[in-house]
Structures are given as C-alpha cells and as structure tokens.
C-alpha cells in the first residue's frame, strides 16, 4: 500500500475495503488487550518452585535467621545476585523488597528531602529532569509527583541522544537527574551503545553535585536471543571518569520470578549506599528476608539464573515474532509504520504517520482492541507528534497476539488512508 502514489480513486477503494474489515472485526465482539507489559501466567508458573522450596530451612548461607528481623542491606547471596546482574561488587548492591520503582521513588525523595551527598534538591528553586522519550510512563509519573519538570530527550538507536542530554546538562545545573533504561530499552527495545554509556558516565563531570543519572536496568537478563548484545558496565565507565557517584543503579526480579513478590536491587557507590541506607533505615528495619532466601534457593547463582530466562524467553518469542511478522508484512514495503525489533525486553515501539496514534488507538478501542493509550511513553502523555505506540505482547497467548495484531494493522492502514484522503480533498 504506497499512499503517496495512489490515486484519489485507489485511496477510497482502499478505505471502503478497510472499513468492511473493520466491521468484520466489530461484529466478532473481541475482547482483546495488548497494554499491559506484565508476565503471561506461564511465566509466572516457571517459578513456582518458590513456594514450600525452604523446608522449614530459614537460615542463609552466613547462618543469619531469616524469619528475624534486621539486615538492612539483604542477605548476602541475593545481594550477590543483584551484583551479577547488575555488574557490580556485592558490596555496592542493596537487596530489598519487591518493586525497583519503590527504590526509585525512594532514592528521588531523599535526594529531594536531605540530599544524597549533596544539596537537597528542595533547597534549590527549580528541579528539572531529562526524559529521554518515548519511555517508562511510571519515571514520569513520579517526577509528575515531585512536581519536577520534565524535558523530554529523542531516543535514537544507540540511546538517548547525546549532543542533546550534554548541552542541556552543560546550560542548566537546575537539570538534577536522568531517567535511563539502558538495556531494551522500555518501550524502544534498544542497547545503548558503548559511547553512549561512556558519555552518561562522564555526565557527572559538567553536572550539578547532586546531580544522578538513574540508571533503571529493568531488563538486563531478559533476552530473547541466544547471543545477546553486551551492555557495557556504567560503574566501570564512571571509575574510569571519577563520577561513580553520579549514578544509581536498580533491577528487579519481578520479570523473572512472581512479579509482584520478587526481589528488587539498587546498586551505587560505597557513598552514595551509605546515604541511602541512613534514610532508608529511619523507614525499615529490614526487607522480606525469608522471600531473598526461597529466591535464592530456586536461583542459586547467575547459572540457574540464565537457565531460567531461557524458559522465559521460549514462551515470549512466539508473541513477539507474532507482532514482527505482522508489521514486517504489512508496513515493510511502505512508510505507513515504524519499528524496531527488539532482542529482549517486554515491548514493540511503533511509530505511525505523525498525527494518527490517537486515532489508531480509538479505532482499535471501537472494535474491542485495547492498546497502550498514544502519548502515554511521553512525558506529561503528550507524544508531540502524536505518533508512538506502545505494544506490549507478553500476557496474552500468542493467538490473542495474532488476532490483536490483524486488527491492528488495519487501524493503522484505516487511520492512515482517512489521513491522506483528507489532505488530498
Ligand atoms: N522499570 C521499567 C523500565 C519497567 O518497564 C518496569 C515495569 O514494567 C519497572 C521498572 C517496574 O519494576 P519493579 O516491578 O521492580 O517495580
């Protein structure tokens, strides 16, 4: 379907086709759902080897008394695992409770309340934080929250775009963080590259003080190919620099094991830990030890833990196969859509013609098709262009990915032809 060389005739045939199709979509009375960016329960299932797994055996491998209270940092083998994933010494890890975004919430208050090494930032008069967008809805959230205002950076295939983050950083020290997602990335898929990791690493050098990159690697095992791309270390980059205090790092188990009862880390600098862990112990005496304990029996080590993500990722490449194979036949051989096609991670990121996101999730809405609400991955949900997507193919079966994805296509296609058709009356 090449619209620019189409006739007015051949656009109103194709419409009137797309609309009896889309009929036929509306009278099947679908209920259908591609938003939520979750584990299917097969995934979950993988895991459930966690329940009864201690025996009554509540002791970790320093002989600590799991069921008792204490441990601010996590015992010591999941704060282990938590340095596996996210290359670092286990001593620059903190094993804690089930949500990373938790963690993130908690780091930005309190180095909004007392400041994190530094100044807090509520003793400053503007607080302004780097998007780089399309991105994690929940980041912008919690800076919405804080009532920190947003900038948004272009995502590029190699990470965010770095010219932009340096001379916004290098203009403004009111610029206090950045949110990152450097490995499939969340909804784009992409690695950042090796110079972009390098670059965010030397951030610190022109930043404010108490300036952090948050460095949210949500899905730093969850490959889908056998061979993934590396990830290069940002501790090492920012030892290399002098500016390992100018990042935080987080991870989570909730895509690997049960996601709303997993284990989730934040990895920093001896300081910035230390920081941390003073505020962190006023609310906590410690986390769920007893749960770091049945994770750590079902994966004892980064080897069981590799294993396991390659029964993840047999359940999710069929989905995401599923939604390729559809794009890939219908938008391949014209310029009506976008994509990349992710190695790992939970999304599909489309872009549209500009100005038809809204209207392509309305269309899908009207026949039973619910999809990620357009704008959501930008900051204040404004897409200013109003063409990104957010495809999320891990919850449902794959022939619910496949029936989504038919419909899907021909709003795309339907959006896209009334677009050209009213330009062209
Ligand atoms: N960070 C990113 C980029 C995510 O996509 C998600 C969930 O979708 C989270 C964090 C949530 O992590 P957690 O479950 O550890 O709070």
Redesign the pocket.
């Known amino acids: 379907m090449q619209l620019n060389s189409a006739s007015k005739e051949q656009l109103s045939q194709w419409q009137e086709e797309l609309k009896v199709k889309h009929q036929q979509f509306k009278n099947q009375n679908l209920k259908l759902d591609l938003t939520r ?2 584990p299917s329960a097969q995934q979950l299932t993988l895991s459930d080897g966690l329940d009864g797994i201690l025996k009554g055996n509540y002791k970790s491998a320093d002989d600590t008394d799991t069921r008792n209270y204490g441990g601010l940092e996590g015992i010591a083998e999941a704060r282990q695992l938590g340095a596996a994933i996210l290359g670092l010494e286990q001593d620059q890890v903190l094993a804690g409770g ?7 919430h908690q780091s930005i208050t309190f180095a909004y309340q007392f400041g994190l090494n530094g100044t807090a930032w509520k003793d400053e008069s503007d607080i302004k934080f780097l998007c780089p967008a399309p ?2 809805d ?2 912008f959230s919690i800076c919405e929250d804080f009532g920190i205002e947003m900038i948004p950076v272009a995502m590029t295939e190699t990470g965010p775009d770095m010219d932009q983050v340096e001379s916004l950083i290098k203009a403004d020290q009111s610029i206090k963080g950045i949110w990152c ?1 450097p490995k499939y ?2 909804p784009t898929g992409i690695i950042y590259s090796d110079d972009t990791v390098k670059r965010i690493a030397k951030l610190g050098l022109v930043a404010a003080k108490n300036f952090r990159v948050f460095w ?1 690697n ?2 730093a095992v969850h490959d889908l190919v056998d061979h993934p791309k590396p990830l290069a270390n940002i501790m090492a980059a920012c030892i290399a620099e002098g500016t390992e205090d100018s990042v935080i790092q ?6 690997i094991t049960h ?2 009862s ?1 284990i ?1 880390f934040l990895g920093a600098s001896k300081s910035n830990l230390a920081a941390f862990k003073k505020h962190l112990g006023i609310s906590s005496i410690g986390p769920d030890k007893v749960n770091q304990l049945r994770h750590m029996r079902l994966l004892p080590d980064i080897n069981a833990l590799t294993a396991h993500m390659q029964q993840h990722a047999a359940l999710l490449k069929p989905r995401f196969d599923t939604v390729l194979k559809h794009l890939e036949a219908n938008f391949s051989d014209n310029d009506l859509g976008e994509w990349q096609s992710p190695e790992g ?3 599909v990121s489309f872009d549209s013609l500009p100005g038809l996101a809204k209207e392509i999730v309305r269309l899908a809405d009207e026949v039973g098709v619910k999809l990620t609400p357009a704008g959501a991955t930008f900051p204040y949900g404004k897409d200013p262009q109003d063409r990104n997507i957010r495809l999320s193919p891990s919850f449902p079966s794959v022939e619910d990915v496949d029936a989504t994805m038919q419909v899907f296509v021909n709003c795309v296609k339907l959006a896209s032809v009334g677009q050209k058709l009213a330009i062209t009356s």
């Open positions: 960016g979750k089930s949500s990373s975004l938790t963690m993130m991105g994690y929940r980041h997602v990335s969340n949210d949500a899905y987080f991870a989570s188990t909730s895509k996601a709303g997993g989730a991670g939970y999304f």
